[in-house]
């Protein structure tokens, strides 16, 4: 039986973290959409390479395995507020069930 005091936990959660849930996506976003950017610069550092070899550098160069780093961070982040925001829906519609199951037992009862 989920008690109301969880229920209310959940609701306050969906809440008061809804802005924070809101930064780690678009700082995801964000970092997914720059590492477009930091090849291209990269890569334009090596005009004289062909452009697979341009490619290579840039995939090796340290800014962009830094950034890899900050994706990861970011993703996590952002991964974690998702699954903490379904959790609260999962313990709020939980509880709607048994309150209709319980309307429903006094109805027939």
């Given amino acids: ?8 936990k959940a609701i306050d959660h969906l809440r008061f973290k809804a802005g924070d ?3 780690a996506k678009a700082t995801r976003i964000y970092c997914e ?14 005009l004289d ?3 697979n ?14 950034h890899l780093e900050a994706m990861r961070v970011a993703i996590e982040e952002d991964e974690l507020h998702r699954w903490k925001m379904i959790a609260a829906q999962a313990i709020i519609e939980a509880w709607r069930t048994e309150q ?4 429903a037992e006094l109805k027939i009862g």
Wanted: hydrophobic share 30%.
């Fill in 1 to 8: 039986m989920i008690e109301d005091k969880d229920v209310q």
């Fill in 21 to 23: 849930a809101a930064k």
């Fill in 33 to 46: 959409e720059f590492r477009k950017s930091l090849k291209a610069d990269i890569m334009k550092r090596n």
């Fill in 49 to 51: 390479l062909p452009v």
């Fill in 53 to 66: 070899a341009q490619e290579r550098e840039a995939y090796s160069h340290p800014d962009y395995k830094k």
């Fill in 100 to 103: 209709s199951n319980k309307r």
